[in-house]
Structures are given as structure tokens and as C-alpha cells.
């Protein structure tokens, strides 16, 4: 994957990570602390979230030193063709049932992984068939993992 | 020295034909899983892992040991006949494997490296038994201020080696020990950073953490590859004469014992240095071998030698690093850091009491180890033709069905489909940290320490307030100086690579 080095980016990620150090150290303060115990529970979450701070810090003179450079391009395609299809997937697995959303899923991410032409296509069905059934078998009836039953199953 | 009644339990276990079968499986998934250039060996533990939750603790170890010995040695296959490396352990395995079956040797160039590969892991094999056992016993010695500084010792050395820079490495290590700090606390079980919410109770469970940021990450990767038509995706291998007479192969290994040894030596001082990783040693023992040879002008040209230095390395590096994972129960690598989660998944906790608490387990995975060595050998033998068509596999079959298994091996642990989330997210997060420049082993590492890190750290504060003890204790104060000096030995070495850089984008 193309990396993005320096820059804007990196100061950018260095404010994010400043968030985040400061929302652990607020956060840290609804922490329960036992009695009689010399180092509360909220103890090592502050050490870390200074340590972030501090490498945030460092990251963002970095950054803003850096000079601008040309980001190449991001992979939002590649990205959107795993991202999407996957959380549709983990969203429908619930609903119609985990065989049958395993099976539109392989389905769906041959087709758009590979050439669309009717053997492709054919293929991506045979495959999505054969994870299904295997899946099925392996893991559902041999190893005994419960999977979301849902609508279809 | 060796218990017999916990070696022959443990034989009892390993020779069971079930484990066996199972060991022989993992290999070949293993073999494969390496050979396929774009599949890594970290992937294919990552998939392997949910067929072994079912089985026992023992068969379950097996199996991923088979995993691992197989896949350090299926790289190359694929080095050797497309000159493309299956993994990276195989790197240097291309330099001379790829030219000698160009000159019509296919078969001596993948023997060679497979017979190499056996001798190799058999040597390194041995130390794996006493070395595991010597070290266990030192680090029965450590007290919690030696495993703070030996966990901040290793979080540092993986950052500062870690591809990218050293802050953003040190960065990606703090927010994986951040991530461990969700949920109930490890000392007093009190909830932290829950929000509320009865999900995040149990904390971020590590499996699907590790399943995202490294197997759903490296899918998009590829994806990405296979979209811009990377040559390395598409390349299919040919079936070739890969028949040849194995008593010469053999001898020509043997003849050249210097090389072998002097190679296995690398690879496994390699593997026990936590945060090297199997990349370093194949390259490493080929730069020197070349260095020792009365040949070197034959390196680069199909010379035995360099195939059987990155061989032998590469294979002891995996008894280098397991050796590591028992003792200490540190991972060198991003593969290792899989094989602990692999263990820890089995009810394994190594560390210093592995050997103690679980002799019969420690000594089962040196039997799976050796036979694992053995059967890749087998397991080539018998199906080196289907094998080369197993790797053939359209990579648009292949990664929907891997996406598949990562999030059934982020579901099937603890039957929660909340997990399957926390792999899509932590899939986003892996990417996001490739694209910027963030190295992926320091978060996974932070994940798998954390716990263990706090618990030292709070334990030590609490046996005596002074925290100069983790200096003044000698081998802690070691530890923490060579933190020190890596942390220092990388930051000269980004400042004096910048000033290259600008050197030579003046000129």
C-alpha cells in the first residue's frame, strides 16, 4: 500500500493522538479507586497517555517542519471493495442467518474482485457455493461453533 | 536433565495418529500458505488458528508449529522457480534459487533448499531443547522489575526496527498498551474505559485485534496490488522437472558442513533476539556465507552455497524464536507475536513457569517441532506437483474466502459476533496506520504485552515504592539502558539517513 510520509498528515495524526491522550486522562478520573491500595487502578492509563502525549508532541514539530510533499494516491478503492462488502456482510449475518450472508458475501466479492465476464462470474458462484458448504461442514458441524442463525440460516 | 515420564506423555500426545494427521495438515496449509507470494506466514497462523480452538491443547500446538515450520520453508518454491519470494524469509533464497533453475536445475535449486532446510531446523532443533531450558531457568531468576524492563526492552527494539520511523513505531506500541487498558484491570478488577457500555467489560479481545490489523489489512494490500496488476499476484507457476537424485543433493548440503552450520547459528541467534524477525536471518547468513566462501563471484548466479545459507538460516530462526516465546514468552516478530496469541488461545502462558507448570506441553512442542521438520520434508516429497498447483490459485478466489475465515477466527473464540466488529474496526485502524506510515507489529506487541507490562510494573511499585529499583537491580538496569541504546542507535540512524536524503536530492 502506498505510504504517505511526513507533512500535514503527520501533524494531523499528532492532534488525534493528542485527543486521545487528553480523553484517557479525563476518562482515568471516573476510575473506581479501592481503598488501601497505593496505586490506583487509573495509575498506569495516566503513564501511558503521557507517554503518548509527549510522542504526539514530537510527531507534531515533525510534521509541521517537514516539508510538503505530493501524497500519493490513497486506496480508497481497494479500501471500499473489503470495507463495504464486509460490513455489509457483518451487518446481514445476524438477519438472514450466517451461511447464507457467508454465501452473498464470497459471491459478491468474487464478482468484484475478479473479471466480469459469465466464466468469472460462474466461478465466483461455484466458489461462494464451496466456502459455504465447507464452512458449514468444518466449522458448524465438526469443531461445534454456534453461528447467527437468522432468517434463512 | 530430560523428565522421561513427561517426554513419553508428551510422545504419547504427539504421536497420537489424530495430532499427527493434524501436524501433517498444518504443514502442508503451511508449505502452501508461504509459497503463495502475497500470502504470508503471519496470514496463514491467522487462519489456521480457528481450526485448532476445538481441538486440545497439545494437538491444538501442533498443528501451528506445523504451520510455521512449513511455512518458513514454502517461500521457496516460489523464490526458486518464479524468483519471487513466498515470504520474506525466503529473500535471499531467490538470489541464487531463481538462477540455478534457469540454467535447467530446478529440482537441486528447491532440493537443495529443502534438505538444507531440514538440517538446518534439526541443529537449531537441539538448541530449542537446552537452550529453552537454560533461559527458562534464568528467567526464573527475574523479579517484576526484570520483565517490565525485558517487555520495555523488546517494545522499543520492535519500534526502532520497525520499517518507517522509530516515533511513529514507538507511537503505534502506546496505543496498542493503551488498548489493553479498556475493561477490568488486571490487579484489582476494576472496570476502565467501558463508556457504560457491558461490551467493553471484558476488555478488547486480542485475537480479532490481531486478525484485523494484520490479516484484514494485508487483503487490502493485496487487493490494491492486484488492482495496480503487481506481476508478483498474477505470476503462475509452471510445472517443472523437479525430480533429482537426493543422496547428491544431500551430500552436496553436507559437504559444505561449514556453511550449514555457520547459517543455522545465524538464523537461531537471530530468532532468540526478540524483534529481529526470520527476514533479517536468511539475509544476513547469505551476506556471510558469501563473505566465507572460496567461490563468492558465484553468488548471484545460481551458487549452492547461498541457497543453502538462506535455507538452514531461515529454518533455525524458527526454533531461534520459539525458544524465545518459551523462555520468556516474548514474540521476536509479527509471526511469533501470532504463535503467542496461538498459545494464549490454548490456555498456554509462557513465560518463565511454562516449563515448571507444563513440562509435558514444553516438551510436546519440541517433539512437534522435530516432526514438523521432518514431515515438510515428507510432505514435499509426496506432493510437490499438486503443491505447485495449489499456488496457482486465482488470488479473486482466494481473498474472499480468507476474509471469510478471519472473521470466523474473530467469532469462533468466545461466539460473539461483538467481535467481529472489533476486527472491522481494528481492520480500518491497520490500514489507516499502513497508509500513513505506521508500523503494525509495536500496536500488536502493545496488545499482547500490555497486560503483562502493567501487571510487572504495579507489582514491582507495590513490593517497594522505590522506582530507582528498576534501575539499580543490575539486570533490569541493563535492560533499560539498552532500551536506551536502541532507542538512541535509532534515532542517529533516521537523522543520518534525512541528511542522505538531502545530500542527495541536493546533488
Not at chain 2, 526464573?140 to 524492563?149: A, I
Not at chain 2, 548440503?253 to 538464523?267: H, K, M
Request: charged share 10%; glycine share 12%; hydrophobic share 55%.
Amino acid at each position: 500500500m502506498s505510504r504517505v510520509g511526513g507533512g500535514r498528515a503527520d501533524a494531523g495524526i499528532a492532534l488525534v493522538l493528542l485527543a486521545l491522550a487528553g480523553l484517557v486522562f479525563w476518562r482515568a478520573r471516573d476510575i473506581a479507586s479501592p481503598p488501601f491500595v497505593p496505586l490506583s487502578p487509573a495509575f498506569f492509563p495516566k503513564v501511558l497517555a503521557g507517554v503518548l502525549a509527549i510522542l504526539a508532541l514530537i510527531l507534531l514539530v515533525q510534521g509541521l517542519r517537514a516539508p510538503r510533499r505530493r501524497s500519493p494516491q490513497a486506496p480508497v478503492l481497494p479500501a471500499l471493495l473489503v470495507f463495504g462488502p464486509l460490513a455489509t456482510y457483518l451487518l446481514l449475518a445476524p438477519v438472514l442467518g450466517f451461511f447464507s450472508a457467508t454465501f452473498l458475501f464470497v459471491l459478491a466479492e468474487g464478482i468484484l474482485l475478479g473479471e466480469r465476464r459469465a466464466a468469472a462470474i460462474g466461478r465466483a458462484v461455484a466458489v461462494a457455493a464451496g466456502t459455504t458448504v465447507a464452512c458449514y461442514l468444518v466449522f458448524e458441524r465438526y469443531l461445534r461453533v454456534i453461528f447467527p442463525g437468522g432468517l434463512i440460516g | 536433565m530430560i523428565a522421561v515420564g513427561a517426554l513419553a506423555s508428551a510422545a504419547a500426545a504427539v504421536f497420537d495418529p489424530g495430532a499427527l494427521l493434524s501436524l501433517l495438515a498444518g504443514v502442508l496449509v503451511g508449505l502452501v500458505g508461504g509459497a503463495i507470494p502475497g500470502i504470508t506466514i503471519t496470514m496463514t497462523i491467522i487462519l489456521v488458528l480457528p481450526f485448532t480452538f476445538g481441538m486440545d491443547t497439545v494437538n491444538g500446538i501442533a498443528t501451528m508449529i506445523g504451520v510455521y515450520v512449513g511455512g518458513e520453508s514454502g517461500g521457496l518454491v516460489t523464490a526458486c522457480l518464479l524468483g519471487i519470494p513466498g515470504t520474506p524469509s525466503a529473500i535471499a533464497t531467490t538470489f541464487d534459487g531463481f538462477p540455478m533453475a534457469r540454467q535447467g536445475e530446478p529440482g537441486r535449486a528447491v532440493w537443495l533448499g529443502i534438505w538444507s532446510g531440514l538440517f538446518g531446523g534439526l541443529i537449531a532443533g537441539v538448541f530449542l531443547v537446552y537452550g529453552t531450558i537454560w533461559l527458562g531457568r534464568l528467567a526464573l531468576q527475574f523479579g517484576p522489575w526484570e520483565y517490565f524492563s525485558l517487555f520495555i526492552l523488546t517494545l522499543s527494539i520492535v519500534a526502532s526496527l520497525s520499517e518507517g520511523s522509530m516515533l511513529k513505531g514507538l507511537v503505534a506500541g502506546t496505543v496498542g498498551l493503551l488498548a489493553t487498558t479498556v475493561g477490568t484491570d488486571p490487579i484489582m478488577s476494576v472496570q476502565r474505559f467501558t463508556f457504560g457500555t457491558d461490551l467493553l467489560k471484558s476488555g478488547f479481545p486480542f485475537l480479532p485485534i490481531l486478525i484485523g490489523v494484520y490479516g484484514v489489512t494485508q487483503i487490502v494490500t493485496d487487493v490494491q496490488r492486484l488492482r495496480e496488476g503487481d506481476a508478483r499476484l498474477k505470476a503462475r507457476v509452471e510445472q517443472a522437472r523437479l525430480v533429482v537424485n537426493h543422496l547428491a543433493v544431500i551430500g552436496e548440503v553436507l559437504r559444505g558442513w561449514g556453511n550449514l552450520i555457520r547459517s543455522t547459528l545465524i538464523g537461531l541467534w537471530i530468532g532468540v533476539l526478540p524483534a529481529v524477525g526470520g527476514s533479517a536471518a536468511n539475509i544476513l547468513a547469505y551476506d556471510q556465507a558469501r563473505k566465507w566462501s572460496r567461490h563468492p563471484e558465484r553468488f548471484g548466479h545460481g551458487s549452492p552455497e547461498g541457497i543453502v545459507a538462506s535455507e538452514s538460516a531461515n529454518n533455525a530462526n524458527v526454533a531461534g524464536s520459539l525458544v524465545t516465546i518459551m523462555a520468556f514468552g516474548i514474540p521476536g516478530d509479527a509471526v511469533t507475536a501470532v504463535m503467542l496469541g496461538a498459545l494464549l488461545v490454548h490456555g498456554i502462558a509462557p513465560g518463565p513457569l511454562f516449563m515448571t507448570n507444563n513440562l509435558d506441553v514444553a516438551y510436546a512442542m519440541f517433539l512437534a517441532y522435530f516432526v514438523a521438520c521432518v514431515a515438510t520434508v515428507a510432505v514435499e516429497a509426496a506432493i510437490l506437483r499438486v503443491f505447485l498447483r495449489l499456488i496457482n490459485v486465482p488470488r479473486d478466489v482466494l481473498f474472499p474466502v480468507i476474509l471469510v475465515l478471519c472473521v470466523i477466527g474473530a467469532f469462533a473464540l468466545n461466539n460473539l459476533w461483538a467481535d467481529v466488529w472489533t476486527l472491522f474496526f481494528f481492520g480500518i485502524l491497520g490500514v489507516l496506520m499502513v497508509r500513513y506510515g505506521f508500523p503494525l507489529a509495536p500496536i500488536i506487541l502493545g496488545v499482547i504485552l500490555g497486560n503483562q507490562i502493567e501487571l510487572n510494573f504495579i507489582r514491582a511499585l507495590m513490593t517497594n515504592a522505590d522506582p530507582r529499583l528498576f534501575l539499580t537491580r543490575p539486570l533490569s538496569g541493563i535492560m533499560l539502558f539498552l532500551t536506551l541504546v536502541s532507542v538512541a542507535i535509532a534515532v542517529w540512524q533516521t537523522r543520518r539517513g534525512a541528511r542522505a536524503e538531502a545530500v542527495e536530492a541536493e546533488g
